[in-house]
């Protein structure tokens, strides 16, 4: 713990600071191995279930490990395969106005069909694919996929439709971030002006030197930006003020127990009226019940998104619903 504590304060090199972390593996003789081979081995496999609890400590050995490491390994091995075995799925999730209800938006949402657990939903595989790497592979198939179905429904007679997607947080950071969304948006025929880019709160607050020139690439482009998440980050409101948002979701979180919870309903009617003084689009995020949504109406929030409406499609389905007009 103190070799931890020690790497963990930060220093300062050329007037420039820095910090750093560090994950500890520690295997003991002779419990963990009679040989120095065994050992060291032991204690690499140690130090990797350090890192999968956030780094930043250390783990002992023990032999259970050995299992978590061969499921790891397997399931990195599938995920780096899911593009070439085509086993991912773009269904779409409506976004709507409360009155009329008229669907404006779809948001498209990655899922893994994956050969042994059968269908994945994102929670399950994102984070693994940030962590090795993978991320920005799976996001760029997502939103050459999501553009080139979208206009499909817009040759179809859908003009109105918007696209939302979301970047991972490595995504945003990238440099040629805004070249590669132009060449897809190229290749599909995509007008930039219907896409919406999702990024959670926290995420905004990232590496802002690199953060906000991409953002103001794409705002200029006619790309509307998203703030999603909105109210469980860490964001000042200052840097969201200077951010090229055009919309903020306000997390499915806070819509939970409005009946009884007043914090909530505050949280929601404060967040609202924040985003329509700053001429700002704003959305709730996760309405289930008729209740949820009368308590929208009341604060003058006009979009919604969520299960009451609408689950998240396969784009048949999704293709299915616009067409009847239910929207």
Sequence with gaps: QKVVDSIRKPYEISGHGFNMSTSMGISLYPEDGETMETLFKNADIAMYSAKEQGGNSYRFYNPNMNIRLIERMRLESLLRQVLDRAELDVYFQPQLTIEPRQVICAEALVRWRHPELGMLDPARFIPFAEEIGFISMIDEWVLKTACAQVREWHNAGLPHLRLSVNLSAKQLQKSDLVERIVGILRETGFDPHHLEVEITESMAMRNLEQTIPNMILLAEMGVGISIDNFGTGYSSL??????????????????????????????????????????????????????????????????????????????????????????
Excluded: W
């Design 238 to 327: 200052n840097y969201l003020k200077k951010l090229p948002i055009h919309k903020i979701k306000i997390d499915k979180s806070f819509l939970q127990d409005l009946a009884t919870n007043s914090d909530n309903r505050a949280i929601v009617g404060a967040a609202t009226a924040m985003a329509q003084n700053m001429k700002l689009g704003v959305i709730a995020v996760g309405v289930e019940t008729e209740e949820q949504l009368e308590f929208l109406k009341s604060i003058g929030c006009r979009k919604m998104q969520g299960f009451l409406f609408s689950r998240p499609l396969p784009a048949e389905e999704f293709g299915k619903l616009i067409a009847l007009g239910k929207g």
